[in-house]
């Protein structure tokens, strides 16, 4: 079974900037979750998706952040514009029931 | 609202027994995870516990909950040098809802 996939592994830009990152889940896995993992510390959930509809995204800067996940299966993340406090490492993940798998992640490094 | 705690460094020899420790504080939680990230690299599941549960054991890997303490433990028996990585415990409440992660523990290996 193929695991959780993301593109790009790294990005570097600079503040002001957009950049968009995509999201393949585990084949079945309905549920499907971006978290920010800023160096030194746990990833935090930005949003969550439940087939194509949101669930939680309590914690997306919206002013600047966007997701969707079209046809319930790739996701994409986009930030627009850039802060240096955006650099982190964003990770996607996907469930069902209990488990949850990640991907290798997207560095991004704001300039 | 929920928290999890963990120590940040731990080191100990190769061949030795390693024991990263966590707290948390929802009663509530109702599967407690462990996670490896190594560097540059996506969490990797390693375990899991359910919240009736007191020990499980999987190879090298022990865990320990004690609920009535919100205190949750990893034992890796025979620690070898690519067990080096940072170990996220994390805390979930229903099936397919977000991880809540600690800030994770540093193990290093020394051979």
């Known amino acids: 079974e193929a695991g959780v996939a993301q593109s790009p592994r790294y990005k570097i830009i600079e503040k002001r900037q957009s950049v968009a990152f995509w999201c393949n889940p585990i084949s079945g896995h309905a549920t499907l979750y971006w978290y920010q993992q800023i160096l030194g510390q746990g990833p935090k959930l930005l949003i969550q998706f439940q087939n194509n509809g949101v669930v939680d995204d309590s914690q997306l800067p919206k002013d600047r952040f966007s997701a969707e996940r079209l046809k319930g299966v790739d996701s994409t993340l986009k930030i627009q514009p850039a802060k240096l406090e955006d650099s982190a490492v964003y990770l996607c993940a996907s469930s069902r029931d209990y488990e949850q798998y990640f991907g290798p992640g997207t560095r991004l490094t704001v300039t | 609202g929920e928290d999890v705690e963990q120590s940040l460094f731990l080191s100990v020899r190769e061949g030795d027994s390693s024991v990263i420790n966590c707290t948390y504080t929802?009663?509530?939680?109702?599967?407690l995870y462990w996670y490896k990230q190594e560097p540059g690299a996506g969490l990797q599941l390693l375990t899991y516990?359910?919240?009736?549960?007191d020990m499980k054991q999987d190879q090298r890997l022990t865990v320990l909950l004690n609920k009535k303490d919100k205190h949750l433990s990893l034992r890796i028996a025979d620690t070898q040098t690519g067990d080096s990585a940072i170990y996220f415990c994390?805390?979930?409440?229903?099936?397919?809802?977000?991880?809540?992660f600690g800030k994770g523990t540093r193990l290093s290996v020394i051979a």
């Open positions: 994390a805390e979930i409440y229903s099936g397919n809802t977000p991880l809540v």
């Open positions: 516990i359910f919240s009736n549960m």
């Open positions: 929802d009663s509530s939680s109702t599967y």
